[in-house]
């Protein structure tokens, strides 16, 4: 608890900015999706800020920064607040910043856009698409299933991939982010540019060392994307389709400075395998589309591609229950196939049924089906399966996503153990830290970074185990 001299000291230096101490607000903005875990749950639900900033331009955003600096008080960014982990919960109190104000475009060209760091992505990517600079438009390479409703600089700040990543990759291969603008929390705030590699010292820091304000990302051309559904009489059958639709894109699409052939077999966005026992959940947006005695396998298809992607279909058994363009699933009040995929997958669970929690898994090149057969007799109705299929500058990765059934914390661990066992990585989205989560080291660079941008400790303190007391320059706050 930050003391109220400090607070009203704090307040009068940013006067004219956008401000509140409303409580239900503040309750709502110092949570994000951290309730998925039934343990996150206990630990964080009680976190509060103690006022939500909300600066409408970079010049106004520096002035909240020296502020909080000069007052020695906490300071956490919020994006969208859509993070799993708790990301954005101000563990120790003081200021929450809405960056969402931070929300404009600055440049589009061939190739690349620079914007702000509190663009919603949805925004973000409808401005590229209208830009005529390349003739029908660019889109942006990927993005969280949370698309709507999450920002860039929260996605780069706390996210790893999406939709996009079986084409393009994940956030952190070299060429997708390329510069980023971070403004230290100093009494006279600097603006520092990070470009190429350099980029890694704040993607998936957690906002604990710098506020991003612009970001460059890479472009591609738009693409028309065929949301896709095809089902399947069992779900390692959807699971041999995705394998195979991976390696063939894997051989078409270049990425980074992969120099892959150029086979021309398949490009698709998505590829995303969803057991049968998801159908309920399902139900009401895509009922007879996805029925309960179906696997199925959501994708989105490259238009060029579809009678590619409808020969595969066939040759595993698949029968096509959709093939929509966005704006026709938005015309039919149907949601795109990337909000069935990912995180999402979880979220359509627990709109129904709370007693659900889920785990993050990475599983070994090439795709062991017949291991996630014998899992799913192993755990039985205790844990169901969900499948990402991706690919990064080292050639394809497969996520699991699986949803299961909380009974108790040791059992939780249990079941990862079970994975863990069997090769597969587990990224604990039951912790909130970033090392106890898929980081699993301290990443030395990314402290010495803190060490500059936020030398007093107080950006989103608590969320990384790199940084101890000891580290922080002593402040000249004034004394409450
Ligand atoms: C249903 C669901 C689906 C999801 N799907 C995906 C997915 O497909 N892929 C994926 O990677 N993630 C996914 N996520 C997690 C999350 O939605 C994304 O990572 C999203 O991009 C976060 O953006 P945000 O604006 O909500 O960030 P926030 O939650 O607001 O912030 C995330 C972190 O970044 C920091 N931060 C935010 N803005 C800045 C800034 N300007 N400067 C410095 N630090 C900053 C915050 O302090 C916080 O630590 C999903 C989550 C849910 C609930």
Redesign the pocket.
Same mark, same amino acid.
């Given at each position: 608890m930050t003391a109220p001299a400090l607070i009203n000291a704090f307040l009068a230096a940013i006067e004219g900015i956008s401000w509140t101490q409303d409580n239900h607000t503040l309750s709502v903005k110092s949570k994000?999706?951290f309730w998925y875990s039934p343990l996150l749950q206990q630990t964080l639900g009680d976190k509060l800020g103690e006022v939500l900033v909300k600066p409408r331009d970079q010049a106004e955003l520096i002035r909240v920064a020296a502020a909080a600096c000069k007052n020695h008080i906490n300071l956490?960014?919020?994006?969208?607040?859509?993070?799993?982990y708790g990301?954005?919960v101000p563990l120790e109190g003081g200021v929450i910043l809405d960056?969402t104000g931070l929300n404009r475009v600055l440049s589009i060209a061939p190739g690349q856009v620079t914007c702000e760091?509190?663009m919603f992505m949805m925004d973000l990517e409808r401005a590229v698409r209208a830009d005529n600079c390349v003739p029908g438009g660019q889109e942006l390479l990927m993005y969280?299933?949370?698309r709507d409703i999450?920002?860039i &600089? +929260?996605?780069v %700040? &706390? +996210?790893?991939? %999406?939709a996009g990543s079986i084409r393009n990759g994940i956030l952190k291969d070299p060429g997708n982010v390329t510069r980023i603008k971070v403004v230290t929390l100093e009494a006279e705030p600097r603006a520092i540019e990070l470009v190429g590699a350099d980029i890694q010292k704040v993607h998936h820091a957690?906002?604990t060392n710098g506020?991003?304000t612009e970001l460059t990302l890479s472009l591609k051309p738009a693409v028309n994307w065929v949301h896709h559904i095809a089902l399947f009489d069992g779900y390692s059958q959807a699971l041999k389709l995705c394998v195979a639709a991976t390696d063939a894109v894997n051989r078409s699409v270049p990425i980074g400075d992969n120099n892959t052939p150029n086979e021309a077999l398949l490009d698709a966005f998505l590829i995303t395998a969803v057991e049968r026992r998801f159908a309920p959940f399902y139900e009401k947006e895509f009922g007879a589309r996805f029925p309960a005695n179906r696997d199925a396998v959501f994708s989105m298809i490259h238009p060029d591609y579809l009678p590619q992607w409808r020969d595969m279909v066939e040759q595993h058994g698949g029968l096509e229950t959709m093939a929509m363009t966005e704006d026709e699933l938005i015309a039919a009040g149907i949601p795109p196939a990337f909000e069935c995929g990912?995180?999402?997958t979880t979220?359509m669970a627990l709109r129904q049924d709370r007693s659900w929690t889920n785990l993050q898994t990475i599983h070994a090149w090439p795709l062991d089906v017949a291991k996630i057969e014998e899992h799913m007799q192993r755990w039985g109705d205790e844990v169901l399966m969900h499948h990402e299929f991706a690919r990064d500058h080292n050639g394809p990765v497969v996520f699991g996503l699986p949803l299961i059934a909380y009974f108790d914390k040791e059992r939780l661990y249990e079941i990862i153990g079970g994975f863990e066992a069997d090769g597969c990585m587990v990224l604990d989205n039951h912790v909130y830290t970033i090392e106890g989560g898929g980081m699993k080291t301290i990443d030395t660079a990314q402290i010495d970074f803190k060490k500059i941008a936020d030398p007093h400790g107080l950006m989103?303190p608590g969320k990384t185990e790199g940084w101890q007391d000891d580290m922080a320059v002593p402040s000249s706050a004034p004394a409450a």
């Open positions: 994000d999706y956490t960014v919020r994006g969208g607040g859509t993070g799993n990301q954005c960056i760091a509190g969280p299933s949370t999450a920002t &600089g +929260g996605f %700040g &706390g +996210g790893y991939g %999406g957690f906002g506020i991003m990912w995180n999402h979220l989103n």
